[in-house]
């Protein structure tokens, strides 16, 4: 299986703020990275896939970048709404595998 | 507008069978390129990925639990099924399923709000 390492694990900022979170993979996923966005009664959202393309809704402030075994998402000028757990994943080959998740709070 | 809801039993004792229920609307399983997920995830924890099934009917499973696992369709393909023998305390957790993107089968651009089930004597 793939191994995803997540970092930071904790993450404070304020509104307004850039923040970036890592992801790195244990072996070359090519492209094809997704990351989601996890709060409480709410579906997890997933915010971009193959490592830098927006899903449909979601704000260009998120963006996301790397290949092969590095990826970064940016989360530009942070809006009230972004607080919450982000995880990455791969999406490259079965079974699918996610990072251990990144808890971006309010400072 | 895709809507997908997980049921479950909510509790069940140690080595009973648990049997999950992904009930979803907006969307049939028949179509071309369509895959359904099962995703779990303990209290506190990260998210695992346990099965998959898709349009045509095949069926992929996470090696780790694959002897444990059995997914499933109904013949309307608006339901996908999940059975996992053998439940230990390790297998409380939230369970989600979730939908694929399109032609991006393992990014999962849907998923239900989950149902909680806890393994307990």
């Known amino acids: 299986d793939v191994q995803m390492t997540q970092s930071p694990y904790n993450l404070a900022a304020s509104p307004g703020e850039s923040v970036s979170i890592n992801c790195k993979a244990s072996k070359s996923i090519s492209k094809y990275l997704a990351w989601y966005q996890q709060k409480p009664g709410k579906a997890n959202k997933l915010l971009i896939y193959?490592?830098?393309t927006l899903q449909s809704g979601i704000p260009s402030r998120f963006s996301g970048s790397g290949s092969g075994t590095d990826f970064t998402l940016t989360i530009r000028s942070l809006e009230p709404e972004d607080f919450g757990l982000y995880y990455c994943?791969?999406?490259?080959?079965?079974?699918?595998?996610f990072g251990a998740g990144t808890k971006l709070e309010l400072k | 507008q895709v809507t997908l809801k997980e049921s479950g039993p909510g509790m069940l004792q140690p080595s009973k069978t648990l049997s999950l229920t992904c009930s979803f609307s907006g969307f049939s399983l028949s179509t071309s390129g369509m895959v359904v997920s099962w995703i779990r995830q303990p209290s506190g924890k990260s998210l695992e990925w346990l099965a998959a099934i898709d349009w045509d009917g095949d069926k992929y499973y996470n090696p780790s639990l694959k002897s444990r696992l059995t997914v499933s369709k109904d013949t309307s393909n608006t339901q996908v099924f999940l059975k996992i023998t053998s439940v230990d305390i390790a297998d409380t957790a939230t369970y989600y399923c979730?939908?694929?993107?399109?032609?991006?089968?393992?990014?999962?651009?849907?998923w239900g709000q989950g149902t909680l089930v806890t393994v307990s004597s």
């Open positions: 979730a939908r694929s993107r399109g032609n991006k089968p393992l990014a999962f651009a849907y």
């Open positions: 994943q791969q999406h490259n080959e079965y079974p699918p595998t």
């Open positions: 193959d490592g830098s």
